[in-house]
Each structure stands twice: as C-alpha cells, then as structure tokens.
C-alpha cells in the first residue's frame, strides 16, 4: 500500500524552463510534506518542505504547493539548472506524536544545458 | 559537523552469511530511521526508534531481519542470513525531538550499499 505515489519515474527539462515534480498522498494524517533530492552515492537532503495548514512554500527557485482536497503536491524549480539533476523524492510526516516519515518511489530529474 | 555516520559504506557477502550495519545519529536527536532504496519502492521504511525503544518495524522481513539501540549513539540493523534480494542500499537517518526544531526533516546518513551474491 503505497502511502506516497511518484508516477514519474523520470523527467527531462532544458536549461532555464520550470521543473514541475508532483506527488499525490493516500493519508489524511500526514502534517508535513517534504521533498528530498538525492545524489548518485550520497544519502537524500533535505530541499524545501510545507506544512498541512499551507498551501504554498517558497524557498528561493524552489516552490512546492498543497493542494488538500486533490491530496496532491507539487515542486516548482525555476529557473532549472543541470546541477538540479538529481532523484527527488517526496515525503509526508504523519501528525506530531508518531512522526512517521513515508516517502515516494523518485523521479529522477535531467536538466539539459 | 554534525551528521550521520554509517558503516560500512559497501559490504560485499554471500547468501546466508549475517549482515550488520551501523549507524550513529545526530548528537541530540532523538529518533532514529532505518530505510532501504529499491528500484521499485523507493525509499522504504524498515525501522524506526525514538529514545532507542521501537516504534514501529512492521516494514522489516522479521523472520531474517533485526533492528536494536543499545544505546543512544548506535542503531544497528542486522540481516541474517541474507539473500541476494536484500541487495539494496541502506540508509539511516535521524531527527530531532518534538518541538518547534521538528518540521519533519530527517538527516541521512550516505548509506550502506549490499551485495549479497
């Protein structure tokens, strides 16, 4: 029972474009979404999270989106730059008591220069 | 600079052999993740403790795989005897206690990459 779906595998963006990465949850218990991005040969980093009561989090190019009622989130990069090639991996945190980290399956980001 | 620490970095074994696999969290966090990448489930959770007691470890292979604190500096995982289908990287994290600092974000470790042939 997937928790956390990516149903990109992989994506492929040209230098300079918007990056959209999306994700969709099952649990309505989840309090903070977070997306991971992962180097080949390096552990996950954290990259930019939101809380349940937002719908919207801005981190420099990097912006991800809530939509509640669709169970539904999104990362915007913008601009995209071929250091952003990575495998980005969403995550949801159940609420504050359990924190229960559950993740997604990846998608794996090329930037083109 | 405080980060996680995992070892061994590559474990090469054969079937049936035990595996262990350490890890040592952030001074000060408090619970401990053990998760293992997949090609297929991505990162999935094995384990997790918080103050070294288990909360949950329903996403462990119980009849081969074990995961223990003795104390708050190590988290071990152990896999024996191991299978060629627990090939797969390993990666420990760890996070803070409840409180304003805990926003969800885990701190990994580089991981454990096994071979089991």
């Known amino acids: 029972d997937q928790q956390v779906k990516q149903n990109s595998p992989s994506l492929s963006v040209q230098e300079g474009r918007i990056s959209i990465l999306n994700c969709d949850y099952t649990?309505?218990?989840?309090?903070?979404f977070l997306w991971y991005k992962k180097y080949p040969a390096e552990g996950p980093t954290f990259l930019i999270s939101?809380?349940?009561?937002?719908d919207k989090n801005e981190d420099g190019r990097f912006t991800v989106f809530l939509n509640k009622s669709a169970k539904h989130l999104s990362l915007h990069i913008v601009p995209s730059q071929p250091g952003d090639s990575a495998v980005y991996f969403c995550?949801?945190?159940?609420?504050?008591?359990?924190?229960?980290?559950?993740f997604g399956t990846g998608t794996k980001l090329q930037v083109i220069p | 600079d405080a980060r996680v620490t995992q070892t061994p970095r590559h474990k090469v074994t054969e079937m049936g052999q035990e595996v262990t696999m350490r890890c040592q969290p952030i001074?000060?966090?408090?619970?401990v993740f053990w998760y293992r990448q997949t090609m297929m489930q991505g990162l999935e959770l094995l384990a997790y403790?918080?103050?070294?007691?288990?909360?949950?470890d329903s996403g462990m292979p119980k009849d081969r795989f074990s995961a223990e604190m003795p104390d708050a500096t190590l988290a071990t995982l152990k896999i024996q005897p191991s299978e060629p289908r627990d090939s797969a990287v390993y990666f420990c994290?760890?996070?803070?206690?409840?409180?304003?600092?805990?926003?969800?974000?885990?701190?990994f470790g580089e991981g454990s990459r096994l071979t089991v042939l």
């Open positions: 649990n309505s218990m989840f309090d903070y």
């Open positions: 995550a949801s945190r159940e609420e504050a008591g359990y924190q229960k980290v559950t």
């Open positions: 001074l000060g966090h408090n619970t």
């Open positions: 994290a760890s996070c803070f206690p409840q409180g304003p600092q805990n926003t969800g974000e885990l701190f």
């Open positions: 403790f918080r103050n070294r007691a288990p909360l949950d």
């Open positions: 939101i809380s349940s009561i937002k």
